[in-house]
């Protein structure tokens, strides 16, 4: 009986490297998609935050199926880059936002309530509670006369001051109202030499809503309760009020 001839080759593995052919790997998609996620986040302060924490999870997942393709996807690099940019991201981002916070609950729970003492006891006639709020230098400077008038030129054309508004909106459009000219501009008093950046608030009388300006005692910003250096309040289209006639 003859044997087959195309037996043995067969038993020997003949055409075993046509049958044995694989795809070479292919990149992983997720891992690519990471770094284009992490880029972005140095463009966006604080809103970057949600990218970069996709960016990582990506890259995670990309590993993982990396791990498991049993040689079918290849991508380890840029996913590990993934992973390093979008943490590297976050952590800065991550501080801003924090910084910002930070700052606003300052603002806010601190600074705010002494312009708003300061400016509503002296709208009372309580100059004691007005003069609460003020610097030692400040509350020598200025007699209660000039706190009255002060006031009163506020008041004669737009009615009784309210309280000031904590709304942040309004908040932000101060600060650009007096920041739009893109610099951080300061005023130097001409008692104590000493350089404050001003702060706007939002603040509401009976007949409208204008914009009130601090100056704090840079000495006193680390204490629990700043003192005040100098108040003007911009009257929009006319002029700015200035408490301090020296300020």
Do not use: W
């Amino acid at each position: 009986m003859s044997q087959n001839p195309y037996h043995d080759q067969n038993d020997r593995g003949y055409g075993a490297d046509e049958f044995d052919y694989q795809d070479p790997p292919r990149t992983s998609l997720l891992a690519v998609f990471s770094i284009i996620l992490a880029i972005p986040c140095a463009c966006l302060p604080v809103v970057g935050i949600v990218p970069g924490i996709l960016a990582i999870t990506l890259a995670a997942i990309s590993l993982g199926l990396i791990k498991n393709s049993n040689g079918r996807l290849s991508g380890r690099t840029p996913a590990i880059t993934g992973i390093f940019l979008g943490l590297l991201m976050v952590v800065i981002n991550g501080a801003i936002a924090l910084g910002l916070a930070q700052g606003y609950t300052y603002y806010n729970n601190t600074m705010t309530p002494v312009v708003d003492t300061f400016m509503v006891s002296a709208s009372n006639g309580d100059y004691a509670a007005a003069r609460a709020e003020l610097s030692p230098a400040a509350d020598s400077a200025v007699t209660d006369e000039q706190i009255e008038i002060f006031i009163r030129a506020i008041e004669t054309d737009h009615g009784a001051i309210r309280a000031l508004d904590t709304d942040i909106g309004l908040m932000i459009e101060s600060f650009a109202n007096v920041y739009q000219q893109g610099s951080s501009p300061s005023t130097r008093t001409t008692t104590n030499q000493m350089t404050s950046a001003p702060i706007p608030f939002a603040m509401t009388t009976d007949q409208s809503s204008l914009i009130a300006v601090a100056l704090f005692d840079p000495n006193s910003l680390d204490t629990k309760q700043p003192k005040l250096l100098d108040m003007m309040v911009l009257i929009p289209g006319v002029k700015a009020i200035s408490l301090r006639p020296d300020g």
